[in-house]
């Protein structure tokens, strides 16, 4: 049996593949309604309805990801903390033209009965160390 720590990541996991899949159902099935989110965007508060829009007409995709440095904790056994670097393609919708980024992440999950489900994502970039020269 998978352990809790396990069990998250594979969330975590299963929702950035929702996005690479654009399967906007997957998706909010794993957030809390409502959820926040803080990025370079700025800080959002968003319903279901308007994640699932952002994810079926957003102007950006999601088409591939990868993560490392993945800590996750537990301060209380019904809230988990997730903290990783994840290198993501990124592409405008429609075009085959894509981006990487890294960027360092955060998501906190909260349990309700059995389900665990999203209420906080964070991003910032990974700043570039400059070269020495």
């Known amino acids: 049996m998978p352990t809790t720590e396990q069990n998250l990541v594979d969330l975590e996991t299963r929702f950035w593949q929702s996005l690479v ?4 159902g997957i998706a909010v099935g ?3 309604e409502p959820a926040l989110m803080v990025s370079s965007h700025g800080a959002m508060k968003f319903d279901h309805a308007a994640y699932g829009k952002m994810v079926d007409q957003g102007s950006m995709i999601v088409i591939s990801f ?5 800590q996750v904790m537990l301060p209380k056994p019904d809230i988990a ?6 290198k993501q ?5 429609g075009k085959s033209e894509s981006t990487f980024q890294e960027m360092n992440d955060s998501s906190t999950w909260v349990r309700t009965g059995s389900d665990w489900k999203c209420v906080m994502h964070t991003e910032s970039p990974v700043e570039s160390k400059p070269s020495k020269g």
């Open 21 to 24: 899949d654009q399967d906007a």
């Open 30 to 32: 794993l957030l809390s």
């Open 66 to 70: 990868e993560f490392t440095d993945m």
């Open 81 to 86: 903390i997730l903290t990783y670097r994840v």
């Open 89 to 93: 393609g990124i592409a405008m919708r």
